[in-house]
């Protein structure tokens, strides 16, 4: 439209021009602009040409569009199906996996219940502590293999294991937990540990300058290090002649010293493990009169618990177990005549199961304090367990009462201390019958002989109604 404006407006323009002067029109210029209007025509034509073509394309990207817009529609609508889909599933697993913790939980109550006298009840654990590592444990036809061990407050020592056992056709798996407070090795005298140590004098006057160790040709000794033997092979040969009347450095049992050969021929070997003296006659001496060696302390407690699956049942069962050495029992005339009273402060670990009481179903495994408080005049001791938290280290609002029971005697009867356990603000009193009873024995570092007890391990269980069950053992030392 733009070129045919332009046209005709030339045209005009020449038309008026005409008309007004007095020369007549060329030829020329009609030509001119006759030229013009074709040229103008076909500008038109194109730009014709060109508006239906963008009116193809637009009316093109108009169905585009439609289709498109019907794409979305379709995925929106399979999107809220899948969210329908997935809402269902969601609700199915929820459902599925409730009602499997719902069994798990009763699968737990089951076994606490029968702890006492289900099959590991008679099963016994035996429990050898390490200073500040994992300690040995071995229970007949079972091997434990190492889990995970770490320190647990200033005293206690945690080590968690795990076994796989068949008997017949049934395939169990089992999971021990143990704590134990073994303390440091302590310094003591060179002669009061191996008490067949003669004295070494030397001087005029005598002065005592060592202790002497006199060794039987043949004889293993595990005490024996001797830097000076470095030069031996090992094996089960007959060993290395060695200079008699002369000085080996070396320790025993962890003094420092020296082995001497004092008669001749002088002979030791390395068995891999152990050195032999197969000939002469050797002895050892102690760098001075003062030696000390380190000994272990064998004045400990342990207390913890046992799970075992059955794998082809998915059946559960129980044992909590505590001990320690130089019992108060062992004494009991002793004890019963201790007047006052004293605090003890501990851990303590066991299994738990709650079935439909809290509305979600719970089970597994706990930790806790423990705290007593030992009144000897009355012969009477009560204590508390809080501060629950589960395997995931949540915390549980939970408490447990150990109720005042009679003691005497160095220890607390099953039948004696009962049990309440408080969740929220409920609680529950059983009695020692039904499943809530507590038991404990005094322990201390040295012989008892009438002495505070420096420490207390013990067993409870506790039952809230029929919904929910408790199995745990603690250990507790003197604040």
Same mark, same amino acid.
């Given at each position: 439209?733009?070129?045919?404006?332009?046209?005709?407006?030339?045209?005009?323009?020449? @038309?008026?021009?005409?008309?007004?002067?007095?020369?007549?029109?060329? /030829?020329? &210029?009609?030509?001119? @602009?006759?030229? &013009? *209007?074709?040229?103008?025509?076909? /500008?038109?034509?194109?730009a014709q040409g060109e508006l239906e073509t963008t009116k193809g394309q637009l009316e093109t990207a108009q169905g585009q569009l439609r289709t498109e817009r019907g794409k979305v529609t379709e995925a929106n609508r399979q999107r809220d199906e899948a969210k329908d889909e997935v809402k269902d599933l969601e609700t199915l697993?929820?459902?599925?996996?409730?009602?499997?913790?719902?069994?798990?939980?009763?699968?737990?109550?089951?076994?606490i219940m029968r702890a006492g006298s289900g099959p590991l009840a008679s099963s016994a654990v035996g429990v050898m502590p390490e200073y500040r590592a994992k300690a040995k444990v071995t229970s007949s036809g079972i091997t434990f293999k190492d889990k995970s061990d770490r320190r647990d407050g200033n005293k206690w020592y945690f080590s968690a294991f795990e076994a796989e056992s068949e008997t017949g056709n049934m395939k169990y798996d089992h999971? *021990?937990? @143990? =704590?134990? &407070?073994?303390?440091?090795?302590?310094?003591?005298? #060179? /002669?009061?540990?191996?008490?067949?140590?003669?004295?070494?004098?030397?001087?005029?006057?005598?002065?005592?300058?060592?202790?002497?160790?006199? #060794?039987?040709?043949?004889?293993?000794?595990? #005490?024996?290090?001797?830097?000076?033997?470095? /030069? *031996?092979?090992?094996?089960?040969?007959?060993?290395?002649?060695?200079?008699?009347?002369?000085? =080996? *450095?070396?320790? =025993?049992?962890?003094?420092?010293?020296? =082995?001497?050969?004092?008669?001749?021929?002088?002979? @030791?070997?390395? &068995?891999g493990a152990n050195y032999i003296f197969t000939q002469g006659t050797w002895q050892f001496i102690t760098s001075s009169a003062s030696a000390k060696v380190k000994v272990k302390d064998v004045s400990y407690m342990h207390f913890g618990w046992w799970r075992r699956e059955t794998e082809n049942t998915d059946a559960l069962d129980f044992k909590v177990f505590s001990s320690g050495m130089n019992a108060a029992s062992e004494n009991a005339s002793a004890f019963d005549a201790l007047n006052g009273s004293a605090n003890y402060t501990g851990r303590a670990v066991g299994h738990y199961a709650v079935h439909s009481l809290t509305g979600t179903p719970l089970h597994g495994s706990f930790t806790a304090n423990a705290s007593l408080t030992a009144n000897f005049t009355a012969d009477s001791i009560q204590g508390k367990i809080t501060n629950f938290r589960n395997h995931k280290s949540q915390s549980l609002d939970w408490s447990l009462d150990l109720n005042a029971a009679d003691m005497s005697g160095g220890d607390v009867d099953s039948n004696s201390g009962t049990t309440r356990w408080h969740i929220g603000e409920n609680s529950h009193q059983g009695t020692t019958a039904a499943g809530n009873s507590w038991d404990a024995t005094f322990h201390s570092e040295e012989t008892y002989a009438g002495q505070v007890p420096d420490g207390v391990v013990g067993e409870f269980s506790a039952i809230f109604g029929t919904e929910a069950r408790m199995i745990g053992a603690f250990g507790a030392h003197k604040k």
């Open positions: 439209m733009k070129y045919a404006h332009i046209g005709l407006m030339a045209l005009a323009a020449i @038309v008026i021009a005409g008309c007004g002067g007095g020369d007549s029109v060329k /030829q020329s &210029d009609l030509d001119k @602009v006759k030229k &013009d *209007l074709e040229t103008t025509k076909g /500008q038109l034509e194109t697993v929820g459902e599925t996996t409730d009602q499997l913790e719902r069994s798990r939980a009763k699968d737990t109550i089951d076994g999971e *021990l937990v @143990v =704590y134990t &407070d073994l303390g440091p090795p302590e310094d003591e005298d #060179f /002669q009061s540990v191996h008490t067949g140590a003669a004295a070494v004098e030397t001087g005029s006057p005598p002065r005592r300058t060592g202790w002497r160790i006199d #060794f039987t040709n043949g004889e293993t000794n595990s #005490f024996v290090t001797a830097s000076g033997f470095s /030069q *031996l092979a090992s094996g089960a040969g007959d060993g290395k002649l060695l200079t008699a009347n002369q000085n =080996y *450095l070396g320790s =025993y049992g962890g003094a420092r010293g020296n =082995y001497r050969c004092t008669a001749g021929p002088c002979n @030791v070997r390395f &068995d």
